[in-house]
């Protein structure tokens, strides 16, 4: 069914929504938007706003990096998928839908949108992707001091979580429902405070849209109960880091050719081959799936979020983890899941990248080896060199470094989107590199 901007209107005003947030989300996962009020909406939807060309990688420092080529010159229209529209029940009177980065005067690709940028990979492939985000993230109250603190104090998977959280989570489950996302389980996850959510596979380019639909409702539902949903890799140091995990199957004719009953732990040589794509690019992989400084610290041996680039079959610690079908729904719900990915990330470029890596797989029928059925930080170096287990960047500025290296992602973003990446992402590792930390403080000030 295609939606109109007549469909739209007829919606606006039966549910008497104001406020229309147009969002898209820049190239360092921030979402950010403006919104149509009242009766400019239908101009809006249409035309969608300008932006200074800079605004797709005015990233999380909140400003435009020394390097960029763009400044004050130059303008960018966000236009409205109309296929995204939904109303935002944790806000009143609003609704939002996700805009494309395009040309100004033509409404084409700008080369700088990463939507688009997946939208134009999924054309190429011949394969249907179904994809869903497995997000894990805190809710946080304010301390004595200010400090932000867990909301609970409750147990890896305890009820006591799901009765303390109940209200909150409660609500966020029901705006997501009403958003049209379908959310299969819940769970009150390893740290306190800590919770999980995983929500219905669907295609690649919806799952990406869900995802920051996902985003904003628990961030809103919290605030309406005086709490901060943060999504942060890495809060308290102490305390088990927050993942996105991506889980991907690909389907031809009505078959995941992921799947095949006769293979190694059901895994088909499609598969296989996709996966050793992943491992090839894995190190450059990482500055798009684990941006931020903090999902480093994250992203340490025997934390259960992997730490070594390997595969395994059902194996919490290997970067890509082959999931059995689950009894009588075989093939249906077989995948593979990518566990070094946050919620910081830009959904729409970590998935293009895991995909083009694993399409490089596919095509050159790239061999990932032996799989890892144990933990790989338990296995001896020399092991290690032997099955190629290799360890991930220690942090940001090495993810960067391995990005540059890797020239495969140049050819899958365009030369700009690429380039004025790197730049966003070096600029965040530096301005990190400037800070002095209460722990250098505390340890050196009066020391030395």
């Not at 209200?167 to 405070?193: C, F, M, N, W």
């Not at 690909?250 to 799947?259: A, D, I, L, Q």
């Not at 680039?309 to 290997?318: H, I, K, L, S, V």
């Not at 001896?380 to 890797?406: H, M, T, W, Y």
Request: aromatic share 12%.
């Amino acid at each position: 069914m295609v939606i109109t901007i007549e469909d739209i209107m007829r919606e606006v005003e039966e549910k008497n929504i104001t406020y229309t947030r147009l969002l898209y989300i820049d190239n360092d996962g921030v979402i950010r938007g403006q919104a149509a009020v009242g009766d400019q909406l239908a101009g809006a939807l249409k035309t969608g706003h300008s932006y200074a060309l800079a605004m797709p990688f005015f990233g999380a420092m909140d400003t435009i990096g020394p390097e960029t080529r763009f400044g004050c010159a130059g303008e960018i229209s966000a236009v409205p998928d109309l296929d995204t529209f939904r109303v935002l029940p944790y806000v009143p009177n609003t609704a939002g839908v996700i805009c494309d980065f395009l040309t100004k005067d033509t409404h084409r690709d700008s080369g700088l949108c990463p939507r688009m940028a997946l939208k134009k990979l999924l054309d190429k492939i011949d394969y249907e992707v179904n994809v869903s985000f497995e997000n894990e993230f805190y809710l946080l109250k304010r301390g004595e001091q200010g400090q932000f603190i867990p909301f609970d104090n409750s147990k890896c998977f305890a009820t006591a979580g799901m009765n303390q959280g109940y209200r909150v989570i409660s609500d966020i489950i029901k705006a997501l429902q009403e958003q049209q996302l379908t959310v299969e389980k819940y769970l009150a996850e390893y740290g306190p405070g800590q919770h999980e959510i995983a929500v219905k596979y669907s295609d690649a380019l919806n799952a990406c849209d869900n995802q920051v639909f996902f985003r904003e409702t628990v961030k809103g539902v919290a605030w309406n109960h005086d709490l901060a949903g943060s999504f942060m890799p890495k809060i308290f140091p102490d305390q088990a880091g927050s993942g996105a995990h991506i889980h991907l199957s690909f389907w031809k004719e009505g078959r995941n050719v992921f799947y095949d009953a006769s293979g190694e732990s059901q895994l088909s040589s499609t598969a296989r081959y996709f996966i050793g794509g992943i491992l090839k690019h894995l190190q450059a992989l990482f500055a798009f799936t684990a941006p931020t400084v903090t999902s480093y610290k994250r992203l340490v041996p025997h934390n259960w979020a992997s730490a070594y680039g390997c595969y395994g079959y059902a194996n919490r610690e290997a970067a890509v983890r082959v999931i059995p079908g689950a009894m009588g729904k075989e093939e249906k719900s077989f995948n593979i899941e990518f566990k070094p990915v946050d919620g910081t990330c830009n959904p729409y470029l970590a998935l293009t990248a895991i995909i083009a890596a694993g399409m490089d797989g596919i095509e050159h029928k790239i061999d990932p080896g032996k799989a890892v059925n144990s933990d790989p930080a338990d296995i001896s170096e020399k092991e290690r060199n032997e099955l190629g287990i290799f360890r991930f960047p220690a942090n940001l500025g090495e993810a960067v470094l391995e990005l540059q290296r890797d020239r495969f992602f140049q050819q899958v973003l365009g030369d700009v989107m690429y380039d004025e990446y790197i730049k966003l992402k070096r600029f965040a590792w530096n301005e990190y590199n400037k800070q002095i930390t209460p722990w250098e403080l505390e340890k050196y000030a009066e020391t030395f």
